[in-house]
């Protein structure tokens, strides 16, 4: 029986995932619960595992491929069935083109994963009149996710060539033809012989120009590094010289420069310009004083899901200052007596709990928009924003938040915090939450401007605790005391939380936190 393994949903939000990481080749037998696959979202990086014993006879999504929730990624035979290599699967795929005159066969340029729809040519391994073998290879493809060599499906006659190194074909299209027969190999109107990529001579000289969208020409000829023509169209648009483009680290197979690097490096406002002259081009001083660091998927999932968010919800923050006292010498007087019993009680804690109780008071704070119609959820899951290294950020939630008390949800913000740093958490995890707390004030941060966590309607940010002189007054009378303040800081999307609603939600936390009772922990 063949099972499908499709990119499941890490959240209520997220609609794609990112591969990664293939465990597992085509052919492998897995067992149950064997981790096959790695994926990242935005939200969280997670290790697939088999639904079922097999074989896995499939592999559908390649490494670096980013495909919508429930996409098929691979297919598992759990009969146990004998199947192909990589090399007998893109035979099998070759063997499709059609049959001319039973005698030429054409040889289609292959279909190296769902999203990619085209294929460069980036070496012939055998020119016009050379016989071939059955999984002998002829050539090689590049695309921006995968490089392969491509077998003959027959024995025969290479008789016809119709495209050269570096041009890119469409999926599907003919690229040459095999003869089967005795038939000699026929005058081309294309090229009459295809010289190896190896034995061509590479022409690294520079055009006499002063217009460096001039210098991106017939990629063979100006480097002996290979870019993809989409990669080549992107720099020739942006006015990247060659000698720019090899300043660039790459993330693809072998170093190679892929699109998203070229994007990355043009958003960052790049690293270094480049100028010319009748004797070629030279590099200024800044690009050597300039590192590249591609982002990783973790990180560009992060940037992709904070646009979102900005262009989705109208961002509006209010602060407040909360003097937190009672919860700061509570804490000076029990917190070791609390960590005995396996419990470690923070500001956060509190902030949390008074959270909770005030979800309950404004409903439509822990609610989300769904077109024209306001959601609003009668339970509590309670994001909590934590810290990645070296540099990621991840918002778990803490199911049922609502029917915790201060030392339930000390626990729980305890035990999301070290599975979300060891890369233990669960694809439910991340998913359903209905309000996120931030506590950039671990960082000594006053206070700060979140971005709301879609779908969600508002976020809290807590700052640092810091003793300060403030104003308090008792019989009438002005003094001057020290406090530990607090500033809290709540962003919430105007569409739906306004002024007056986020003003009231804010001072009932204030309020809560500078009286809270105690009794009750």
Not at 2 to 19: A, N, Q, R, W
Request: hydrophobic fraction near 40%; glycine fraction near 8%; charge should be negative.
């Amino acid at each position: 029986m063949k099972v499908d393994i499709v990119m499941p949903k890490m959240g209520e939000s997220i609609y794609e995932g990112t591969l990664i990481k293939w465990h597992k080749n085509i052919g492998d037998r897995v067992k149950k619960d064997e981790i096959i696959y790695e994926i990242s979202t935005d939200k969280v990086d997670t290790e697939i595992p088999s639904p079922e014993d097999g074989v896995l006879t499939e592999i559908r999504v390649l490494e670096q491929d980013t495909v919508a929730v429930g996409t098929v990624v691979a297919i598992i035979e759990t009969n146990g069935v004998q199947v192909e290599s990589k090399s007998e699967e893109l035979k099998k795929e070759v063997q499709t083109a059609k049959q001319v005159d039973n005698e030429v066969i054409e040889i289609p340029m292959p279909k190296m994963g769902e999203s990619v729809m085209e294929g460069t040519i980036i070496k012939w391994h055998k020119k016009v009149g050379d016989k071939v073998k059955q999984d002998e290879i002829i050539f090689e493809i590049s695309t921006d996710k995968v490089d392969t060599e491509v077998p003959s499906p027959v024995d025969g006659t290479l008789e016809e060539i119709l495209f050269v190194e570096n041009d890119t074909v469409a999926v599907g299209v003919t690229v040459a033809k095999i003869s089967t027969g005795n038939i000699s190999a026929s005058t081309q109107t294309k090229p009459t012989s295809i010289e190896p990529a190896k034995e061509k001579k590479l022409d690294n000289s520079i055009p006499q120009t002063t217009n460096n969208k001039q210098l991106i020409a017939n990629n063979s000829q100006l480097t002996n590094k290979f870019y993809s023509p989409l990669v080549l169209n992107i720099a020739r648009a942006e006015g990247i010289s060659i000698d720019e483009l090899e300043l660039i680290q790459g993330t693809g197979i072998g170093g190679r420069l892929t699109k998203n690097d070229l994007l990355n490096y043009i958003q960052k406002g790049r690293s270094g310009a480049t100028t010319t002259s009748n004797v070629g081009i030279m590099k200024t001083d800044k690009v050597q004083r300039v590192e590249i660091m591609p982002m990783d998927n973790t990180r560009q999932r992060i940037m992709e899901h904070m646009i979102k968010s900005k262009d989705i919800s109208v961002h509006v923050t209010a602060v407040t200052e909360v003097d937190v006292s009672k919860i700061h010498y509570f804490l000076e007087k029990n917190r070791d007596s609390f960590s005995k019993e396996g419990v470690k009680l923070t500001y956060l804690s509190f902030i949390a709990f008074t959270v909770v109780k005030a979800l309950k008071e404004f409903s439509l704070m822990n609610a989300s928009i769904d077109g024209k119609n306001i959601l609003i959820k009668k339970y509590v899951n309670l994001g909590i924003a934590v810290a990645v290294e070296p540099n990621g950020l991840i918002v778990p939630n803490i199911k049922k938040a609502d029917e915790k008390n201060v030392r339930g949800l000390a626990k729980s913000i305890a035990d999301i915090g070290n599975r979300a740093r060891t890369k233990k958490l669960v694809p439910e995890d991340t998913m359903d939450g209905t309000f996120t707390i931030t506590n950039y004030g671990v960082f000594g941060s006053l206070f700060g401007t979140p971005i709301i966590n879609q779908p969600e309607v508002g976020v809290l940010g807590v700052g640092a605790v810091t003793k300060k002189p403030v104003v308090i007054e008792s019989g009438g009378l002005d003094s001057i005391a020290i406090k530990p303040m607090m500033y809290l800081s709540l962003s919430h999307d105007h569409r739906l939380v306004d002024g007056m609603l986020g003003g009231k939600f804010l001072n009932f936390v204030k309020n809560t936190l500078e009286n809270f009772d105690i009794s009750i922990i």
